[in-house]
């Protein structure tokens, strides 16, 4: 398989934590920019966190100060730290590389990455 693969998902009660994966399989991430991204059931794809290649970070309102997104210092994987876990993060998580440059720098506006993994899904119960 080439391209990006997820891992580290699972099922946890609300207050957990996980920490997902991202690694580029049969090629070298290329990419200035790298995203985590999240869907869940009848919704629409929505960006959760951006890091950059000079490490700069960007997150969505709804996972600040939880979420933490980094790499492994030879971009080789990315991680997505995620603790105090809500039950409104349940969803499937994909991890994408930018693929167009915009306005919104790395900020994970899912129309300018590509790239796309499997996801992993993420499960938070009451």
């Known amino acids: 398989q080439v391209g990006l693969v997820e891992s580290g998902g699972g099922s946890v009660q609300a207050g957990g934590s996980l920490r997902l994966s991202c690694q580029a399989s049969?090629?070298?991430?290329?990419?200035?920019?790298m995203g985590w991204f999240r869907q869940a059931p009848g919704k629409e794809r929505e960006g959760v966190a951006g890091?950059?290649?000079?490490?700069?970070?960007n997150y969505a309102d709804s996972v600040k100060g939880r979420f933490t997104i980094s790499q492994d210092n030879a971009w080789n994987t990315v991680y997505l730290q995620m603790n105090n876990l809500k039950p409104e993060d349940t969803a499937m998580y994909y991890c994408?590389?930018?693929?167009?440059?915009?306005?919104?720098?790395?900020?994970?506006?899912?129309?300018?990455?590509?790239?796309w993994g499997q996801g992993t899904q993420v499960t938070v119960s009451s």
């Open positions: 994408a590389a930018l693929k167009v440059e915009y306005a919104g720098g790395c900020y994970p506006h899912p129309s300018y990455f590509g790239d």
């Open positions: 049969g090629y070298t991430f290329s990419s200035t920019c």
């Open positions: 890091l950059d290649d000079e490490d700069n970070t």
